[in-house]
């Protein structure tokens, strides 16, 4: 069983910065062998994929993200990260850390990804 415990979400104002943090455990699972990423649900809307890394360390973003998100991964800790800039009041969202036992180009399909952290708030005021 693979288990993923995110921390580092809170309440910042617009402009700020959260860096979230991702960690994994468990058996049968090679942390660095496969595509992780973040996904964030804002109220009354749909889940969306923030940030993608491959087993190659490529990374993927969308589009409303890019230039002030990085996903990066340590495998020497088994974690990921998410470091935050210039955050808005629409980046407020649960964000969750996902795990994949998939290979290859990382998608951006929530149901492409098998274990999921809990979720942790982030919450930008204006």
């Known amino acids: 069983q693979v288990q993923l415990q995110e921390s580092g979400g809170g309440s910042v104002q617009s402009g700020g910065s959260l860096r979230l943090s991702c960690a994994v455990s468990g058996t049968g699972y090679t942390y660095n062998n496969y595509c992780m990423g973040w996904f964030r649900e804002a109220p009354g809307k749909e889940r969306e994929g923030v940030a993608v890394t491959g087993s190659d360390g490529g990374t993927g973003y969308a589009e409303s993200v890019k230039g002030r998100f990085t996903i990066s991964r340590d495998n020497a800790k088994n974690t990921l990260y998410l470091q935050m800039n210039n955050l808005t009041p629409e980046d407020t969202a649960v964000y969750y850390c996902?795990?994949?036992?998939?290979?290859?180009?990382?998608?951006?399909?929530?149901?492409?990804?098998?274990?999921w952290g809990q979720g942790t708030q982030v919450t930008v005021s204006s």
């Open positions: 996902v795990a994949s036992r998939s290979s290859g180009a990382c998608s951006f399909t929530p149901t492409w990804y098998n274990y």
